[in-house]
């Protein structure tokens, strides 16, 4: 069982930056592939990035592309979103979760993705 716990979120101006990190414990999850989605009210929770499990590979939604960058630590066991040129669309909620696939690759896909954090907000208003 991966338990993930996000911080980082908060209140930022348009243009604005923020790191996002989740932290994971349990089972082996440095060798699971991580992702970020998001939530925003009334909406569906979508993709935002994804990594895969030691980092060479990642994948991002066009609306982020250029402006977030996902990373990962292993010896760590956290996952990081940087977030840059914030706009007022990318407030929502934002939530990691874990593929359970040892050595897996990147999916979009969130019914790929067992274990969920409970998520960080993040509002970019003036």
């Known amino acids: 069982h991966v338990q993930l716990v996000e911080s980082g979120g908060g209140l930022v101006q348009p243009g604005g930056s923020l790191r996002l990190s989740c932290a994971a414990s349990g089972p082996p999850s440095n060798l699971f592939p991580v992702a970020w989605f998001r939530q925003a009210p009334g909406q569906e929770r979508d993709f935002v990035a994804c990594i895969n499990w030691n980092g060479g590979s990642t994948d991002y939604v066009g609306s982020v592309r250029g402006r977030f960058t996902i990373s990962r630590d292993n010896a760590k066991n956290m996952v990081y979103l940087q977030m840059n040129s914030l706009k007022s669309e990318d407030t929502a909620v934002y939530y990691c979760?874990?593929?359970?696939?040892?050595?897996?690759?990147?999916?979009?896909?969130?019914?790929?993705?067992?274990?969920w954090g409970q998520g960080t907000q993040v509002t970019v208003s003036s």
């Open positions: 979760a874990v593929r359970v696939m040892p050595f897996g690759g990147t999916t979009a896909n969130k019914g790929d993705y067992a274990f």
